[in-house]
């Protein structure tokens, strides 16, 4: 039986759904989802399966079975193997985010039965590697960039970490590991090899996609002259800028840190602006995934409208 307070809690997960589908974003996000989906089942059927190669995750987990037995299809063990994981792992997500996973389930197991007899040619297996690689990883990045999902491994992961302590990472890392080492024992080095290449390919290109190219740099700055860094950075740079109050270890002062966030190509002229004002200032530059925000990407831009009204006191995740 459920509680009461997770009855009121799927209440207000479900006013949150039905308000976003009626937005143009949500619709996106499926269609995101199914294009990518049909990426990665062309990946699988046009690459790894001629060349019995191994994916990632949870649809690694189901080529296991499926070299192991040749039945079920494909797309079949991955809806099965599913299950579980979802009535284990749905309370650990909104209903929305759950609603759009389980869609992205079946259009991927759909897609993987439809492109049974899709084949991609490639001369060897470490061109087809790289070829999956790009084509799979692009394709979930594009749809995990929009909010989509596919199920599997990330609600597995969240569910042990939240019940058993065990990091994320850990628990993807035992699940590819156990794909890799049915690859060496089913097949040979080789495969597991070329399955490894897949696989980081995927990765690099998934993070590349869902993340961006990004061009910003986060910049850190120690210095003396913090009021007049910041005027020179908002009148040459055009760029806002925020104090963070330290305190210095050997000398015990308190100091103002200046922090914005700029452009790659603005960064020589930063440069400039701080060998002028204090040749002897620290500064530290860091690389940003992704910036919204004025004189960024606005959240318009990024496909919100008018953000749900979670009404105080309402139980939430």
Request: charged content about 15%; glycine content about 10%; proline content about 4%.
């Amino acid at each position: 039986m459920l509680d009461k307070r997770i009855l009121v809690q799927l209440r207000w997960e479900f006013r949150e759904l039905v308000q976003a589908m009626g937005t143009l974003r949500f619709y996106g996000t499926l269609l995101a989802t199914t294009l990518g989906c049909v990426a990665g089942s062309v990946a699988i059927n046009g690459v790894l399966i001629p060349r019995n190669l191994f994916s990632p995750g949870t649809s690694g987990n189901s080529l296991l079975i499926f070299y192991l037995t040749g039945w079920p299809p494909l797309g079949v063990i991955y809806l099965a193997l599913n299950v579980p994981i979802f009535v284990l792992g749905w309370r650990e997500y909104a209903l929305k985010y759950v609603a759009i996973s389980m869609y992205g389930v079946v259009a991927f197991s759909v897609a993987l039965i439809l492109t049974e007899n899709v084949t991609i040619p490639a001369p060897d297996p470490l061109m087809g590697a790289l070829i999956g690689g790009v084509l799979m990883g692009a394709g979930t990045g594009f749809y995990l960039r929009l909010g989509g999902s596919a199920g599997g491994l990330d609600i597995l992961a969240t569910y042990v970490r939240k019940k058993l302590a065990i990091p994320m990472g850990s628990t993807v890392n035992a699940v590819n590991a156990i794909n890799l080492i049915g690859a060496l024992l089913i097949f040979d080095l080789s495969t597991a090899f070329y399955s490894a290449v897949f696989m980081w390919v995927n990765s690099w290109t998934l993070d590349k996609v869902q993340t961006g190219f990004s061009q910003h740099r986060a910049v850190f700055i120690i210095t003396q002259r913090h009021e007049a860094v910041a005027q020179q950075i908002r009148a040459r740079l055009d760029r806002g800028v925020t104090y963070f109050t330290a305190t210095g270890s050997y000398s015990g002062q308190p100091l103002q840190v200046v922090y914005s966030v700029i452009n790659m190509y603005e960064l020589g002229r930063l440069k400039d602006i701080m060998f002028e004002l204090d040749p002897s200032a620290y500064v530290m530059v860091t690389n940003t995934t992704e910036v919204i925000g004025r004189h960024f990407h606005t959240w318009e831009q990024e496909g919100y409208r008018t953000p749900f009204d979670w009404p105080a006191g309402a139980p939430r995740n």
